[in-house]
C-alpha cells in the first residue's frame, strides 16, 4: 500500500472510489453535513475497510462519511441553503456554528468538571473522574488518522475546544501522580494519541519511567489506530521505534494496555490488521477493546459476536459496549437502552467464556459508568437494573439499583427511580439533571401499581 494519505472535504471529489460511485446528490450531502460535522479519512480506509459495491449500506462507509440523515431536517436545509446559494466561507462558518451550538457540544460538561489542579496550578489537559484512573489529552495527540461520524469529541475536531489542551511537559503531570498514589492508571486520550510521532511519545513515556512512581502500574492508549491506520505499528518510519518504546516500559514493571476502539468486524479482516495486533502483542502490551452500539453501523447481535469472537482470535481482550451519548447525530445512532440489553444478551450468549471479558451496554453518564444489567420484575414493577461499573464516589460500584422501566428510555437522564422513590441512591451527592423530552415522564404518571 502507499503512503499515508488524508481526505477531507477539500478532496472529498478526488477520492477515486467516491468520483466513481457517488451521485451528485450524495456528495452535495457529505459536503451539506461535513460542514457542520467534521470529515477526514484516509487512503486505507477507503481502499480496504469499505466496500464501495454496496457503500450505501457499508459499516465503515457510515461510520467515516457524513450521512443526510445524521441532521435533523431544519439544520440540513440551513446549510444546503448556505452552499447553494454560494456563500462564502466566513459566512458559512457562521451557519455551522449556530447549528453546533444546538447539538449539545458539551455532553454533561464532560471535560470542564473534572479537571484536577496542583498547587493551585490547573492541569488543563488532564481530566480524573476516577479514583484509580487519570486522563491525559497530550496537545499533540488531540486529532485522529480518520473522524467516526458519531464521534463526541466532534467539537474539539471543528474548533470548538472546551478545554485547551495547553499541556506539553511531563512535570506536572509526575507531581499530581506523586501526590496521589492512589492513581495506578494514566490513560492517554485525545483525539487518539498514537497519532503522534513517536519521538513526542518517547518523550512523554520516558519521563515517567524515569520518575519510577510506585503507584503508576498501567499506562493506557485508548486508540483507533489500530482499525484506522495499522501501518502505524507495521510500515511506518516510526513503527518499530514504538514497539520498542512499549517494551522499554513493559521491562521497567509499567504494563502497556491499549484500550482500542473498533466498531464492527469488517475492521477486523485485513492481513495489515493482524500483522498489527501481532506486532503490538509481541512488546508484551495488551489490546483491550471498546465500542459503542449504534443504529445503522453494529445494531445487530451477529455483529457483535462476529467481533469480539474476532477479536479473541486476535488476541485481544473484548472489554466495553458502550450506549450513544446525547451529542451530535444522537438520533440517527441511538438505540434505546432495552434494544441494547438485548443485543449484548444475545450476543454474549453466542460466544464462549473467552470472549464474555466484555461489559456493557454502559453509559459514561456524570455519576459515572452506568450499565444495564436488565429488565425484570420486582413485587409487580417492571424495572431496569442497573450498576455502577464506575462511579464518581467508588462506593457506588457493583450496588444493584432500580429504575422504572422504559421502553423509549435512551440515557440516564430519561430514567426515573422504581418503587416510587423519588431519588436514585447516589443522587443525594451527585443529582441528575433531567431534562424535558418524550421519554421524561414525571414519577406520578408512570408509576405501575401493585
Ligand atoms: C471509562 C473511563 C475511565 C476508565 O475506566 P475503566 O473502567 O477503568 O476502564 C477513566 N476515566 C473516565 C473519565 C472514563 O470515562
Ligand atoms: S477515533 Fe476515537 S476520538 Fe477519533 S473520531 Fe473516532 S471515536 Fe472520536
Known sequence: MKGYQSYT????????????????????????????????????????????????????????????????????????????????????????????????????????????????????????????????????????????????????????????????????????????????????????????????????????????????????FGTKALSYWPQRFVTDEDADELLALFERAQKAGIHIAFMAHFNHPNELQTEMVAEAIQRVRNTGAVIRTQSPIMRNINDNAEDWANMWQKQVDLGCVPYYMFIARDTGAQHYFAVKLERAWRIFRQAYQKVSGIARTVRGPSMSAGPGKVQILGVSEVAGEKVFVLQFLQGRNPDWVARPFFAQYDPNAIWLDGLYPAFGKKKFFFEHEYPIIRRPGPVAKPVSQQRVSV
Open 9 to 220: 472535504l477539500r478532496n472529498l471529489r478526488q477520492i477515486p472510489q467516491v468520483k466513481n460511485n457517488l451521485s451528485e446528490e450524495e456528495l452535495f450531502n457529505i459536503e451539506v453535513v461535513g460542514n457542520i460535522l467534521p470529515f477526514k479519512a484516509n487512503n486505507y480506509v477507503v481502499e480496504e475497510l469499505i466496500d464501495w459495491e454496496n457503500y450505501r449500506e457499508d459499516p465503515i462507509f457510515i461510520l467515516t462519511f457524513p450521512q443526510k440523515d445524521m441532521l435533523r431536517p431544519g439544520h440540513y436545509e440551513e446549510m444546503a441553503r448556505a452552499l447553494r446559494s454560494g456563500a462564502r466561507k466566513p459566512e458559512l462558518k457562521l451557519v455551522a456554528r449556530k447549528i453546533r451550538m444546538e447539538l449539545n457540544p458539551h455532553p454533561a460538561g464532560q471535560l470542564a468538571h473534572n479537571v484536577p489542579s496542583i498547587e493551585d496550578v490547573k492541569l488543563t489537559g488532564v481530566q480524573h473522574k476516577y479514583r484509580e484512573t487519570m486522563l491525559f489529552f497530550p496537545s499533540q495527540g488531540q486529532t485522529c488518522h480518520a473522524y467516526c461520524t458519531f464521534c463526541f469529541r466532534w467539537p474539539q475536531f471543528v474548533g470548538m475546544n472546551e478545554l485547551k489542551f495547553a499541556m506539553r511537559d511531563t512535570e506536572l503531570i509526575i507531581r499530581y501522580l506523586r501526590a496521589n498514589p492512589q492513581i495506578t492508571d494514566l490513560l492517554f486520550t485525545g483525539g487518539d494519541p498514537l497519532i503522534m510521532k513517536t519521538k513526542i511519545l518517547h518523550n512523554y513515556i520516558e519521563a515517567l519511567i524515569e520518575a519510577r512512581l510506585p503507584n503508576l502500574r498501567t499506562i493506557r
